[in-house]
């Protein structure tokens, strides 16, 4: 398997613009991670999806934060309007659902965001 | 509310020598608690990963301990080389989600 897929790598864009991150998971993996990390507050957890369903989005900052899972091999997060305040690092993960104490998560490498 | 805490938030030094990394979490709660391994510009590579009832793991030069009790790990790394150099997390789960320390940034220079 190739791993966890995420596209763009690198995204700059304008404060104000409607931004797009993608995240492919690995087959058969039930769960689904969206992170963020910065300098200052480290790797957030924003939200995770099981079966393709939202199931704690409780991370996600604001209301111009959104994600969606049409179908298990994709996922979008996206930012609308984007802030300077959002340039990160924001990774995908995802894992087996078989057991919360043995099985670990796998990490996309990420895509950096900045917003000038 | 868990928090993941590490120390050093640095460490730099030379090749071969013994490391000891350290974590602390607020709640003992867990089901494990987990390494990784991030190079900088990608993603994290799950080092060693310690179930709640577990005491230890070992792979190759590395070793991680657990004592819920006081919430504490340590990630033991023996012989250092320059490939080791990048930083190193621990996270805990609890409940359904994995909690991140801050990591620690480890350079080791021939």
């Known amino acids: 398997d190739a791993g966890v897929i995420q596209s763009p790598r690198h995204e700059v864009t304008e404060m104000g613009q409607e931004v797009t991150l993608r995240c492919k998971p690995i087959?058969?993996?039930?769960?689904l991670f969206w992170y963020r990390q910065t300098m200052m507050r480290g790797l957030e957890l924003l939200i995770y999806?099981?079966?393709?369903?939202?199931?704690?989005d409780s991370g996600m900052p604001e209301d111009r934060f959104s994600a969606k899972m049409p179908n298990a091999s994709f996922s979008t997060l996206k930012i609308q309007p984007s802030e300077p305040r959002d340039s990160a690092v924001y990774f995908c993960a995802s894992r087996p659902a078989v057991n919360w104490g043995t099985d670990t998560q796998y990490f996309g490498p990420g895509t950096r965001l900045t917003v000038l | 509310k868990q928090e993941v805490t590490q120390i050093p938030a640095a460490l730099s030094v030379p090749e071969g020598e013994n490391l000891v990394l350290n974590c602390s979490f607020t709640d003992s709660a867990i089901y494990n608690l987990q390494w990784f391994r991030q190079d900088p510009g990608k993603g994290l590579t799950s080092l060693l990963l310690?179930?709640?009832?577990?005491r230890e793991q070992t792979s190759g030069r590395l070793n991680a301990s657990l004592d819920k009790s006081s919430g504490r790990s340590t990630l033991y790394i023996a012989a250092s080389q320059p490939g080791d150099s990048a930083t190193y997390l621990c996270a805990v789960v609890n409940t359904d989600k994995l909690i991140f320390g801050t990591g620690t940034r480890l350079q080791v220079f021939p």
């Open positions: 087959s058969g993996h039930d769960y």
């Open positions: 999806f099981n079966n393709n369903v939202p199931i704690d």
């Open positions: 310690i179930q709640s009832s577990q």
